[in-house]
């Protein structure tokens, strides 16, 4: 984990447990800075509850899939049994009919032509070693079936209890969001503009910190994207690295995602969260990852951040609850949180965990231009509010 990177994003101290008032109490009387301590304490727990949300929604879609294969297995073991005992009905019915109280070697001695007899008694040794074959097949079918009945029950259970569980977490996350609400309502145009003027700068200079830090290597930062006046960025390669083939892929589906609204539990197309964003952007590249920001932070390869390179995920907060794809240039790709839209950010916009690299065989590109940015593409708040938005924002995810 890179240490120094985690102290790069806005490092407001918290007021004590004791000091902390509710969501809206006494807001709008309140210092700025202890308003955005506040403010970013109640984003975080429902980022936080949102990827708990997400990570039982991904089981519950994986046990789904269980279930529905159990279903399908027991089908056919079913039908395989009932094949089995009709076979088994077939053979005890032709014993019945062809059976003697003559042992075969008697049979044999009796038999007018011996050789005949013997050759006979082949064919009725291939028929019991058939039989015994579909006996068999019968009691294996019916352990095999009442078996896979067992865990198709098994699998039915543990489905309903990731849907309760799943009820519940929704619950969490739109309380949180409440508070967030309430928190904002509370305040008045001028205080929310003053509040976005004071989250803006601090980002700034935390950015301003992380690279002056070297954090990111020689020359990161150094060399921005031109625009033509028309919103067409053209960087060089200076300062933004050359991806994998699948790192520039996921990357330029995020930017094609440029705009749309941050939703908690989206996954497109419409809209996203953080980590269904990179989630599904590395989907489309062909590299499946996990769906939440702490799964992705914990299965995938991590990588010191002077090797970032475009389309690698930057993980943020203690807890690893957001995660944004690098851009390249000190910047990111993010979905930032409810009331704002997937945008490009500063990389220390909040505090860096550390990154991670969905695929580390792949190879850099051998050439490389940065994607094209859309006019507006860094435009609007990385915090998720802005004067006069943030409460009909809040609303609308909570619906």
């Not at 089995?84 to 044999?108: H, I, K, N």
């Not at 601090?202 to 954090?215: T, Y």
Request: charged fraction near 30%; glycine fraction near 10%; hydrophobic fraction near 40%.
């Amino acid at each position: 984990m890179c240490t120094a990177a985690m102290t790069a994003g806005v490092a407001l101290a918290p007021l004590p447990a004791a000091a902390e008032p509710g969501p809206g109490e006494g807001a709008a009387a309140r210092p700025v800075a202890a308003l955005l301590t506040d403010l970013q304490r109640l984003y975080r727990e429902a980022e936080k509850a949102t990827e708990v949300y997400n990570g039982t929604e991904e089981k519950l879609r994986a046990q789904r899939d269980r279930v529905k294969r159990l279903d399908a297995e027991l089908t056919r073991a079913r039908r395989s049994l009932r094949d089995s005992r009709d076979a088994a009905g077939m053979l005890a019915r032709q014993q019945y009919q062809t059976s003697s109280d003559l042992s075969p070697y008697v049979r044999l001695l009796l038999a007018r032509d011996p050789q005949r007899a013997l050759d006979q008694g082949r064919v009725i040794g291939r028929v019991a070693r058939d039989r015994a074959e579909t006996v068999g097949r019968l009691v294996g079918g019916e352990k095999r079936a009442a078996g896979l009945a067992r865990a198709a029950r098994k699998a039915l259970d543990e489905r309903l209890v990731l849907t309760e569980r799943r009820e519940r977490e929704r619950d969490v996350v739109r309380e949180r969001l409440g508070d967030v609400e309430e928190m904002l309502s509370s305040l008045d145009r001028g205080q929310l503009t003053e509040l976005a003027a004071f989250e803006r700068d601090g980002v700034a200079k935390a950015q301003e910190r992380f690279l002056a830090s070297g954090a990111l290597g020689a020359g990161a930062g150094a060399a921005g994207p031109a625009d033509d006046g028309k919103g067409a960025g053209a960087p060089d390669e200076a300062g933004w690295g050359r991806p994998s083939a699948g790192g520039n892929r996921a990357l330029r589906f995020a930017v094609e995602q440029l705009g749309k609204p941050y939703e908690w539990g989206a996954e497109g197309p419409a809209s996203f969260d953080c980590s269904g964003l990179t989630s599904v952007a590395w989907q489309r590249a062909g590299t499946p990852i996990p769906r939440t920001s702490q799964e992705q932070w914990a299965r995938l390869d991590r990588i010191e951040l002077d090797e970032l390179r475009p389309g690698d995920l930057v993980v943020y907060f203690p807890e690893a609850t957001h995660v944004a794809l690098y851009l390249g240039d000190g910047k990111v790709v993010q979905a930032p949180r409810p009331g704002a839209r997937v945008k490009v950010s500063p990389i220390a916009a909040n505090p860096v965990l550390g990154a991670v690299r969905p695929d580390p065989a792949g190879e850099p590109v051998r050439r490389y231009a940065p994607p094209r940015l859309p006019a507006g593409a860094a435009d609007g708040t990385d915090q998720g509010y802005a004067s006069g938005q943030a409460p009909a924002a809040a609303e609308t995810s909570l619906r």
